[in-house]
């Protein structure tokens, strides 16, 4: 009969990432491809008239949302950031509720400002503005429906590691 050493460790079983981890890489991605999109000939249309920032820039990505080169930069840098906290259930969490309410306050800022004026930095179209709106609130409730529990459960809700 084989006894185990009381110092010895117990592994626990492996699980893969959790349903609110996934998520933050999806929404990670496409925000990456989103960013890599808005510099693509073809895809982004008007390209030649990409300009750094502001109304000035006449480019349109799939020839409805306006983008500049900081607009960009910003869908790359929320992607670079959706991947790498989606290396916790707390950190995926915080970047779909923040990132979500982030998104709601630019949909917010967006129909406060005078699209034509100089306070529309990134830029900002009627089509960006209503898909800010849609991406915020798809963040802020996979936040709230998948991080329900840090229990990684199987298809039948049975337990897979026991919580400590």
């Known amino acids: ?18 349903a609110v981890q996934w998520a933050a890489i999806l929404v990670g991605s496409l925000f990456l491809i989103v960013g890599v999109l808005g510099f693509v ?8 008239a990409l300009a750094m920032s502001g109304t000035g820039s006449r480019a349109a ?21 959706g991947l790498v906290l989606a290396t916790s259930f707390a950190r995926a969490r915080a970047y779909l509720g923040v990132g979500g309410l982030l998104y709601l306050g630019l949909w917010v800022y967006g129909l406060l400002i005078d699209l034509a004026g100089p306070a529309n930095v990134l830029p900002i179209n009627d089509a960006d503005n209503w898909l800010h709106f849609g ?9 709230l429906t998948l991080a329900g529990t ?11 590691v026991p919580p400590e």
Request: no cysteine.
């Open 135 to 143: 991406v915020g609130v798809t963040m802020v409730l996979l936040a």
């Open 41 to 48: 000939p073809g895809v982004t249309s008007n390209l030649d």
């Open 61 to 81: 990505l799939f020839d409805v949302f306006q983008v500049s080169i900081l607009d960009n930069l910003v869908h790359l840098a929320v992607g670079v950031v």
């Open 1 to 18: 009969m084989a006894t185990s050493h009381p110092r010895a460790r117990r592994r626990r079983p492996q699980v893969g990432l959790l």
């Open 150 to 160: 840090r229990v990684p459960t199987g298809a039948g809700g049975e337990v897979l």
